[in-house]
C-alpha cells in the first residue's frame, strides 16, 4: 500500500516537472518566433544575393561579385543571429537591424544605378527597359521589406508586439 502511494507521489511529482518544462519550452519558441517574419525576409535576402553572386560569377562582373559576395556573407550574419534568438532572449538584434539597413540603401542605389550605364557592372543580365523595370520592382519590393522588418523590430524592442502581450500573459497563467 505504501509502495502504491509512493509511485503514486513521484508520478503526480514526474508529471507537474514534465509540464513545467513544457510551459517553460513553450515560452522560449514564443520568444523565437518574434522574429519569425523578420528571419523570412533575410533569408529571403540571402539567396536572392546568393543568386545574384552566382548570376555575376556566370558574366564575370568583377563588381557585381564583390558588392553580391559581400551582401551574401552580410545576410548570412544576420540570419545567424536570427537563429540565436532559439537561446537568447535579449531583443537587440544589431547585426540584421544594421544589415536592413544597408541592404535597403543599396537597393535605393541600385534603383538608379540600373539607369546609368554604371548599372551594367554591377547588372549584365539587363539587356532591354523591360528588365530594368522588373529590378526595380524587385528593389523597391526589397526596400518595402526592409522598412517593415525595422519597424517591426522598432516594436519588438519597445515590447510593442502582439507576442510581448501573448507571452507576458502565459507566463502569468502557468498551465
Avoid at 519550452?25 to 518566433?33: A, E, G, L, T, V
Avoid at 558588392?67 to 548570412?76: F, L
Avoid at 543571429?81 to 535579449?90: V, W
Avoid at 549584365?124 to 523597391?140: A, D, G, H, K
Wanted: glycine content about 2%; overall charge positive.
Amino acid at each position: 500500500m505504501r509502495r502504491r502511494k509512493m509511485n503514486k507521489q513521484n508520478i503526480k511529482k514526474e508529471q507537474t516537472e514534465m509540464a513545467k518544462k513544457r510551459h517553460e519550452d513553450s515560452i522560449k519558441y514564443m520568444y523565437f518566433s518574434r522574429y519569425l517574419l523578420i528571419r523570412y525576409i533575410i533569408t529571403i535576402f540571402f539567396f536572392t544575393n546568393l543568386m545574384w553572386l552566382i548570376i555575376d560569377v556566370n558574366y564575370h562582373s568583377v563588381l557585381g561579385i564583390i558588392v553580391s559576395a559581400i551582401m551574401t556573407i552580410y545576410s548570412g550574419i544576420a540570419s545567424i543571429e536570427q537563429l540565436t534568438k532559439m537561446h537568447n532572449r535579449k531583443r537587440e538584434v544589431p547585426i540584421s537591424k544594421v544589415y536592413l539597413e544597408v541592404q535597403a540603401a543599396l537597393n535605393l542605389l541600385f534603383i538608379i544605378l540600373t539607369f546609368l550605364p554604371l548599372g551594367k557592372y554591377l547588372f549584365p543580365f539587363i539587356e532591354n527597359q523591360s528588365i530594368i523595370f522588373f529590378m526595380t520592382t524587385l528593389f523597391l519590393a526589397g526596400i518595402l521589406l526592409c522598412v517593415w522588418s525595422e519597424y517591426r523590430i522598432h516594436q519588438i524592442m519597445n515590447d510593442q508586439d502582439r507576442y510581448h502581450k501573448v507571452i507576458e500573459t502565459f507566463k502569468k497563467h502557468q498551465q
